[in-house]
């Protein structure tokens, strides 16, 4: 395999390649979690969206249930269904930062966040949100759960 080939097949890797959906760049200081916290707590369309409909998003765990109901209603929606990979990706990686004891964002080199437990594993939050919407994949207390147990 010639070098560029391995260099290319390294650059396409998740944490390498263009960011998915959500992207933090700036000057570097973005590895202080509070300040890598505040910028990501801004997901407002989502909690907006579910309020008209008179659905309760807070900040507890119970309330992914209630969103993970609503999305696939939500994914049709003109209004909201192109956003919401990577707004309710962040609503649910705040939410395990806020609960999950040790949790906390981190970006990777392309800019993308992700969450990392007190274990040393990374969640691509915004990507287990697009395969819930589009391959049908865990539900959100599902993901929750399994960070909960790290």
């Known amino acids: 395999m010639s070098s560029f080939a391995a260099w290319r097949r390294r650059w396409r890797r998740p944490k390498r390649g263009v960011a998915r959906g959500v992207a933090v760049y700036g000057s570097l200081g973005y590895d202080d ?5 505040e910028l990501l707590a801004k997901h407002n369309q989502v909690p907006q969206w579910a ?15 209630v969103i993970d109901g609503a999305l696939n209603e939500w994914k049709v929606d003109p209004l909201i269904g192109h956003k919401l990979t990577n707004e309710v990706g962040l609503y649910l ?11 906390h964002w981190t970006v990777w080199p392309n800019g993308h966040p992700v969450v990392v437990l007190n274990s040393g594993t990374e969640m ?7 395969r819930r919407l589009q391959v049908s994949g865990r539900s959100l207390p599902d993901v929750y759960s399994q960070a909960l147990n790290e």
Do not use: C, F, Y
Not at 33 to 37: A, D, W, Y
Not at 52 to 64: C, F, G, H, T, V
């Open 33 to 37: 979690p509070e300040k890598l916290q």
């Open 51 to 65: 309020a008209e409909r008179n659905l309760l998003m807070n900040k507890d765990p119970e309330s992914l249930l």
């Open 93 to 103: 990686g705040n939410m395990m930062v806020k609960n999950i004891d040790g949790a």
């Open 124 to 130: 691509d939050v915004t990507d287990l949100v697009r």
